[in-house]
């Protein structure tokens, strides 16, 4: 598998993961207990639906089109899209105080669009 179809099958697979736990949240559909929705800001699932999309889902999105149609602009959506997912681990980790198994592999993901963005731009020059 080249970068650029390990890039989009990453991004890509991040991409609904995020999308699909955004919508559950603004939907009622994934309830976190009152122990961590006491730790959301504004205690707010639904708003923590909207960041995830705008922060995870949307980026993870355009990284994954954007390799795909073989856009010059992919690599530094990656790269973007990489960093942003592992902020957001990481800002989640702070604030809920609370782990599961999806974090190490969502990090794990995240970084993995991150090197392989990066791996991008060193070979295309961008």
Request: net charge positive.
């Amino acid at each position: 598998m080249d970068r650029r179809t390990a890039l989009v099958a990453c991004a890509g697979m991040t991409a609904i993961w995020a999308g699909a736990g955004a919508l559950g949240l603004i939907a009622g559909l994934i309830d976190l207990g009152e122990t961590v929705n006491s730790r959301l800001p504004w205690r707010s699932p639904v708003l923590s639906g909207v960041a995830l999309a705008v922060v995870v889902a949307a980026p993870m999105s355009a990284a994954a089109l954007l390799s795909d149609r073989r856009d010059a602009r992919a690599a530094k959506a990656a790269v973007s899209a990489g960093a942003l997912l592992v902020g957001w681990i990481i800002g989640q980790l702070c604030v809920i105080r609370t782990f599961s198994w999806l974090q190490p592999v969502c990090l794990a993901l995240g970084v993995a669009v991150l090197v392989l963005g990066s791996r991008m731009r060193r070979t295309s020059g961008a």
